[in-house]
């Protein structure tokens, strides 16, 4: 019923659209695909659940609050908690997976306890002083109250994916913790080997033997790359191909509506994302009038064009070579970020993180000039919730708009 309904919602839009604009012929092939499906973008990852045993959805900008909303979406949803229930993501370290867990598949009695455990757990997340994305934050306390309504066998989990992380009690210098961190492993492979481990343990002992991993931009990639840029040519491995290499037929990725990157000597490095494809994809959405929707990229329009997501070298290959599939889920305009945790750098906690800041700012560079008022700043705005929307949005509205006339 709610295909039938989704359809009949695609027609209408389509034909009040038809009455207002001419169709470029630049984007006609990709609109009569897109008036000829029929999944929202929520329904489309649920059914490669049906064919494949691990999706991988490729995040946004770290920072994006409504790829989360579509999350959200998709994990309360019946089918997720009885088939799939375990998240694996990029974000955090694979250290903190059992205090996590037990956060996760605590009822706490009030909100109090529950946001000054998670508080806890947020201030040691990864291997940097702070992670101050605030949509992690929330996703990790919806998560929470859910497993809060569900019953025991079927409580989700969270497996983090990053590097095992000693502890910040173990590093006094920044040469400690620069030589620890230069003995890592490549972080793509370290990913993948956690996710492997973690996997194979939950197939072992779980009846549920599906997963969700969300893994951000390149990481996601079933193909490596290549950085060709300035004469040079690095070769850059993905946790993602790793993965579908591990377990042939049985992976399926999913790319989101987002930016695509002019190449890093471009002369315009200020504002360097711009939309895919030149804004054609877009274009073809925003004709139609659809916010919400997923395909496989194999036999679509969208599959067969030039890999542009990765910009820093030269490619004949197509985005169907990258990718299982594509969800738009809401326009850029409507897209947002959130930074700042309320309450994180509280009193007792904020002579630790200047301590961790003065530490890790020389190691990467960050903040070396003036770094006593740039610490300062920084613990004055962790604590602030603060709204973004992407930067010149309307000059590179354009860039869409122009497909439209």
């Known amino acids: 019923m709610r295909r039938i309904l989704f359809f009949i919602l695609i027609i209408f839009n389509t034909y009040a659209c038809l009455g207002q604009k001419k169709l470029n012929n630049e984007i006609s092939s990709y609109v009569h695909f897109l008036q000829k499906n029929s999944y929202s973008a929520k329904e489309y990852i649920m059914t490669l659940w049906d064919k494949y045993d691990i999706v991988i ?15 959200l979406d998709i994990i309360k949803d019946e089918r997720f908690i009885s088939n799939i229930g375990n998240i694996y993501t990029e974000i955090g370290s694979i250290t903190i997976q059992q205090d996590l867990n037990i956060f996760l598949q605590t009822n706490y009695s009030n909100e109090e306890l529950r946001k000054d455990q998670l508080l806890n757990i947020y201030r040691n997340l990864t291997f940097s002083p702070y992670w101050e994305k605030y949509n992690f934050y929330h996703f990790l306390s919806s998560i929470n109250m859910l497993n809060n309504t569900v019953q025991e066998s079927l409580k989700l989990k969270i497996h983090p994916l990053s590097f095992e992380f000693p502890g910040w009690e173990n590093f006094k210098t920044s040469t400690e913790y620069k030589n620890w961190f230069y003995e890592q492993p490549n972080f793509d492979s370290i990913m993948a080997v956690n996710f492997i481990k973690q996997y194979e343990i939950q197939l072992k002992n779980n009846v549920r033997k599906k997963a969700l991993v969300i893994l ?50 471009n002369p315009d490095i200020g504002d360097p994302h711009v939309p895919i494809q030149g804004g054609k994809w877009d274009a073809s959405f925003k ?111 354009k860039l869409i708009d122009k497909w439209l006339n």
Not at 325 to 334: D, I, M, Q, S, W
Request: glycine letters at 6%; one cysteine or more; charged letters at 25%.
């Open 57 to 71: 959805f490729c995040e946004r900008f770290h920072g994006e609050v409504t790829q989360y909303n579509l999350l």
């Open 216 to 265: 951000n931009y390149r990481h996601a990639f079933s193909k490596d790359v290549k950085n060709e840029m300035q004469g040079n040519s690095i070769y850059i491995p993905n946790t993602a191909r790793y993965i579908f290499e591990k377990y042939p037929q049985k992976v399926a990725n999913v790319l989101l509506n987002t930016w695509t990157s002019l190449p890093v000597n």
């Open 287 to 397: 004709y139609i009038g659809i916010k919400s929707m997923g395909f496989d990229f194999e036999n679509s329009p969208f599959g067969y064009d030039t890999f542009d997501l990765w910009p820093f070298s030269t490619t004949e290959l197509k985005y169907k070579d990258f990718f299982t599939g594509f969800v738009f889920y809401l326009p850029l305009t409507e897209h947002y970020e959130l930074y700042g945790i309320p309450g994180l750098v509280s009193n007792d906690f904020r002579e630790e993180l200047r301590r961790r800041l003065e530490i890790f700012n020389p190691v990467w560079n960050w903040d070396t000039q003036g770094q006593k008022s740039e610490i300062n700043k920084t613990l004055k705005q962790l604590n602030r919730l603060q709204k973004e929307r992407y930067y010149k949005l309307n000059r590179k509205l």
